[in-house]
């Protein structure tokens, strides 16, 4: 079956390093992938999204490249900011199939 | 502006009630869903619905109850039949075949359920 696999968290950063999040899949067939941020106490956003091999989704700073040959999805932020502080899930689908969610990934960013 | 509305924010329930949860889309979305999400933890698939009076069970449909009478409403009834309900329950939305591939799914704000 299909299946998400985030790096554990938490991830604590300094005002404007630099972030990788890493997240790989398992699916059958040709996914899409996503990235949803959820702020504290908030539901989940769409953050960025990728719909065939060598796309790459970007949003607010944030890029992540489907890559089909490593099953990978990660996600990059040049200069991350304390205001990105929140929980960032990777999920992917697959033709007629739900929403497949990784476990999630806290990032902490100090000033 | 489309988008799902989930009412109320904060809900409070005695123990051995039964409370609902609205979910309300304008997005003329087919499919809807119920998560739930326990602190620092992922989510978890409650009930889904992919067209008006029908649904399915998730991962976690036991002491939980809906109806799909509308396609813009998803009530989740959380019974007394649930032994741990405090949570927090995000509802969420999408198209049905290629639409959800190309847009994911879109989600309220959550109503943040707690036991007294």
């Known amino acids: 079956g299909n299946s998400v696999t985030q790096m554990e968290g938490p991830v604590t950063l300094s005002e404007e390093a630099f972030l990788t999040i890493n997240c790989t899949y398992t699916?059958?067939?040709?996914?899409?992938l996503f990235w949803y941020v959820q702020y504290p106490g908030e539901g989940l956003q769409l953050l960025l999204k990728a719909t065939k091999a060598d796309d790459k989704g970007s949003n607010k700073g944030f890029e992540a490249t489907y890559r089909k040959e490593t099953t990978s999805f990660h996600l990059e932020k040049g200069s991350v900011q304390v205001s990105d502080s929140a929980v960032y899930f990777c999920?992917?689908?697959?033709?007629?199939?739900?929403?497949?969610f990784g476990t999630g990934t806290r990032l902490l960013v100090s000033p | 502006d489309g988008g799902i509305t989930q009412s109320p924010k904060y809900l409070f329930r005695k123990e051995g009630q039964n409370v609902t949860l609205s979910c309300e889309q304008n997005?003329?979305?087919?499919?809807m869903y119920w998560y739930r999400q326990d602190p620092g933890q992922g989510l978890r698939l409650i009930y889904y619905s992919q067209i008006v009076n029908d649904f399915q069970k998730g991962d976690i449909a036991e002491g939980y109850s809906v109806s799909r009478e509308k396609k813009e409403s998803f009530p989740l009834t959380v019974t007394s039949a649930q032994k741990n309900p405090t949570a927090f329950y995000l509802c969420?939305?999408?198209?049905?075949?290629?639409?959800?591939?190309?847009?994911?799914?879109?989600f309220g704000s959550g109503t943040r359920l707690t036991v007294v």
């Open positions: 999920a992917l689908i697959t033709g007629f199939q739900k929403l497949v």
């Open positions: 969420a939305s999408s198209g049905t075949g290629g639409d959800s591939g190309n847009y994911g799914y879109t």
């Open positions: 997005l003329n979305h087919d499919a």
């Open positions: 699916a059958t067939g040709y996914p899409s």
